[in-house]
């Protein structure tokens, strides 16, 4: 199987991954969605605009891969009506989700609506990317590369600039499990 290399700025090192290969059985789609219904997930929101209006998405795809320099990535399904104007953006802004911005969450996710009708919401950066000032947490980032995978693309953010507040620290981090929305705290702690 071939491979293509893809660097990441600032790396001194190359990742070989493979490209999008014809589909060779395995999984079917049902019992692999099954498969992970049980593996819970930080609720995030991504936001941009490539210059023809504001678009943001929940994802639940979201996670940090390098410190050195500070890199995430998130999945962005091809179906997704937001993955157009992502796909084409510079930058983005991925907002990390405390249980109490539920209404986020669920704003994002709901398709054929104006997502971004409600001007209380949301505000522009002074650099123009779209954001959510109620998010405890944002991280705004360059995309450095996308990768076809399957359906979807997979994208790599430089983070450049954050928010966090001082709330960040004292709310429950929002989590999607099973098809519901959950949140973690004292009360989910395991003792060992």
């Not at 998405?57 to 399904?77: G, I, K, N, Q, R």
């Not at 609506?113 to 919401?121: C, G, P, S």
Request: charge should be negative.
């Amino acid at each position: 199987m071939s491979t293509q290399k893809l660097a990441f700025p600032d790396s001194t090192t190359d990742t070989e991954v493979s490209p999008a290969v014809e589909p060779f059985g395995g999984l079917s789609a049902a019992d692999f969605k099954l498969a992970f219904r049980n593996h819970p997930a930080g609720v995030a929101v991504i936001t941009a605009d490539a210059g023809d209006g504001p678009v943001g998405l929940t994802a639940t795809s979201v996670f940090s891969v390098s410190a050195e320099p500070p890199l995430l990535v998130f999945s962005l399904s091809d179906l997704s009506s937001s993955a157009p104007t992502i796909n084409r953006a510079d930058t983005v802004v991925v907002h990390l989700l405390g249980s109490d911005q539920l209404r986020i969450a669920q704003l994002c996710a709901t398709s054929g609506i104006d997502r971004f009708a409600d001007t209380t919401l949301w505000d522009r950066l002074d650099t123009g990317e779209p954001y959510f000032p109620g998010a405890h947490a944002w991280i705004r980032g360059r995309v450095i590369n996308r990768m076809s995978a399957g359906s979807s693309t997979v994208v790599a953010v430089h983070a450049l600039d954050a928010e966090i507040t001082e709330d960040a620290a004292a709310s429950a981090p929002l989590v999607y499990h099973n098809r519901s929305w959950h949140h973690l705290g004292e009360h989910s702690t395991i003792t060992t």
